[in-house]
């Protein structure tokens, strides 16, 4: 179902790139995009891009409901990392906070992100998908770079896609390290790049990295995302390969990733 866009769109930026590409692209066709930085890595890059930036920690979501109303939000978009590593950066618990900590039975990712979008549908605000500012960072089937896998890392793939489905349905992690058939690392709270150095530490020199969208992806938060930064986390520990899954994952960099993959003999595939 189609939705009307607002001219005055709202954006909470967790870490990284994503939301300042999401606010570069609205800005370019014309949206105002008023943000609320959840963290300080990419505040400067939104002021570039955002009429106004808020600055509040993701446990500050009594000033983060008052900021939205005295701006008159009635659409808006999470994007970036908002993982619990980022709450324990910036430990500030409101009340509402609190009371949610106290109320919740699980503290997982969704848990915690269905509490917000729940909480701003009662001021009357929709949270609208990820992409539709970003369709264009979407990441095609095949292989993207001019580095092709092997029939070994094939393999790897096939069975790293399988755990990574299974530790998404459980909402622990999006992301694996395999060699030669062996798990060497399971996304849990530090994320994909702390995840890949984990992993290459066991598996030593070309491991495979297989992230994918969880079984029951919500567009709403948390669509799996990856740049350059992680393949130059790769390249710092000898990793040889990263698969994505195709048409669900986001791209940010493409061409300087791709060129970046292809320097340094990375495979960049999607399936």
Known sequence: MSIELENKQGLIAGDGQLPVSLAKNAKENGFEVIAIALSPDNR??????????????????LKIKKVLETEGIKQLTFIGKVSK????????????AIEFLK???RLNDDAIMLFLVDELQKLGITVLDQTIFIKNLMVPRGVLGKIQPTEAQLSDVEYGYKIAKEMGELDIGQSVV??????MAIEAIEGTDKCIKRGCKL?????????????????RFDIPA??????????S????????????TILVDYEKTIEFADKNNIVVMAV
């Open 237 to 248: 520990y000898k990793a040889k390969l990263i698969a994505v899954e195709a048409n669900e």
């Open 103 to 105: 109320q919740a039975t």
């Open 44 to 61: 400067n890059e939104l002021k570039k891009y955002c009429s106004k930036v808020y600055d509040l920690a993701p446990g500050e979501l």
């Open 203 to 219: 598996g030593k020199k070309d491991s495979v990295i297989v992230k994918v969208s969880k079984p029951k992806q919500d567009k």
């Open 85 to 96: 590593s980022l709450v324990v950066r910036r430990p500030k618990f409101d009340s509402l």
């Open 178 to 183: 395999i060699k030669d058939r062996m798990i």
């Open 226 to 235: 990856f740049g350059l930064r992680t393949l130059k986390t790769m390249k």
